[in-house]
């Protein structure tokens, strides 16, 4: 049973079984280079919260776990990079919203109660979904797509591309609750694949 803050926004209901800190381990499998394949298994760390606005804080911080055999039993993880971006209901923002930039909210909240929020439910019965996450090699993505139950399906509207960053063309990504546990899967097309299947995960909520 998901127990939701007294404090939530009411545009974070149809994503508060995401809140919290989740931990366990997952699979990388891609095509690196021309005959080059890596399948390795990883730990990762994701936060979902909030600060009393409509929308999720993001973080995510991930290591490779030792291969078999690969330096013995006092072998240490080694960092394998992170994430970090906003996960929120996509609709038009209103002048009762702050931003942009430092610029503080004109008026009521637009969507303050269930009520309102659900006038933002989609013909399909989800909820359309804007998330951005950063890497950081210098990618930025915009992810377009829908929270409908304990479900999340996204897919990638735009990438930005640092100079010098590793090529990165299109990713989509798929979320769900299942059996108490938070399950991922992210399919990438870069390093001049299609969109293949990158990396998977099974992660458990963190005890407190």
């Given at each position: 049973m998901i127990e939701l803050p007294v404090d939530l926004p009411a545009e974070l209901v149809p994503l508060s079984w995401l809140i919290g800190v989740w931990e366990g381990t997952g699979v990388i499998d891609y095509?690196?280079?021309?005959?080059?394949?890596?399948?390795?298994?990883f730990g990762q760390r994701l936060s979902f919260g909030h600060d009393g606005l409509p929308y999720l804080n993001y973080t995510s911080s991930a290591w490779l776990l030792p291969a078999d055999g690969e330096g013995g039993a006092d072998a240490e993880p080694e960092p394998l990079g992170g994430e970090t971006g906003y996960w929120r209901l996509d609709r038009p923002l209103e002048a009762?919203?702050?931003?942009?930039g430092m610029l503080p909210a004109r008026g009521e909240r637009p969507y303050p109660d269930a009520e309102s929020v659900e006038r933002l439910r989609n013909a399909d019965g989800g909820f359309d979904l804007q998330v951005q996450i950063v890497q950081p090699g210098g990618v930025g993505e915009l992810y377009l797509g829908q929270v409908k139950g304990p479900r999340i399906d996204l897919a990638t509207d735009a990438v930005m591309r640092a100079p010098g960053a590793k090529e990165y063309a299109a990713a989509s990504r798929l979320y769900g609750l299942v059996d108490g546990h938070l399950l991922w899967a992210w399919d990438m097309a870069a390093l001049g694949n299609p969109l293949v299947s990158h990396a998977s995960a099974r992660l458990a909520k963190a005890a407190g």
């Open positions: 095509a690196i280079d021309e005959g080059v394949h890596v399948t390795r298994e009762g919203d702050p931003g942009p």
